[in-house]
């Protein structure tokens, strides 16, 4: 997990409909406001005043003047299948070697490096011996490490990947 400062160019904004994604896209590095109760007028004032691109599974929501050219009008139910056709359609990078400064799944602020040190008190002693690189969130204080669950999700993504390559559904 190199934390090198590299930040995605798009910022999302995601509609009630799309918290998981939202997760995903943070994880991804990718800053993306999401609220799960949100009116559609202040989802779109927010969206512009923000300067974000809107994702939504409203087909009503999409159709609104406003809006019209910064949004996406997610297809799929599923994560899987939102990150391929986000992949696809606005070629966002869905490699986590990429080095970009990752955010919080819950938080979406910007993860930070924490000396060993600091971090090793606060993780079970399995990872502390296992791990030495670790990121904290400042907001919620959580603490990140890369690791078995880095690798699964490494597969997943590189699976989506490759199944867009492909121009499977």
């Not at 406001?33 to 939504?56: G, P, Q």
Request: net charge positive.
């Amino acid at each position: 997990m190199d934390m090198q400062q590299s930040q995605p160019v798009m910022r999302f904004m995601a509609d009630a409909m799309l918290g998981r994604l939202a997760r995903w896209l943070r994880i991804l590095g990718y800053d993306t406001a999401y609220e799960k109760v949100i009116a559609d007028d202040s989802l779109i004032e927010r969206t512009i005043r923000e300067d974000r691109w809107l994702l939504t599974r409203d087909r009503r929501l999409a159709l609104r003047k406003l809006i019209r050219g910064r949004h996406t009008l997610i297809a799929s139910d599923e994560v899987d299948g939102q990150l391929r056709q986000l992949y696809r359609d606005l070629k966002i990078n869905l490699d986590l070697t990429h080095q970009r400064a990752y955010r919080c799944a819950d938080c979406n602020v910007v993860l930070t490096s924490i000396l060993y040190a600091n971090a090793a008190p606060l993780v079970p002693p399995f990872v502390a011996q296992e791990y030495r690189d670790f990121l904290q969130c400042l907001h919620c204080r959580r603490l990140f490490w890369p690791g078995t669950h880095w690798q699964d999700l490494d597969r997943r993504l590189t699976a989506i990947r490759a199944r867009t390559m492909d121009n499977q559904p």
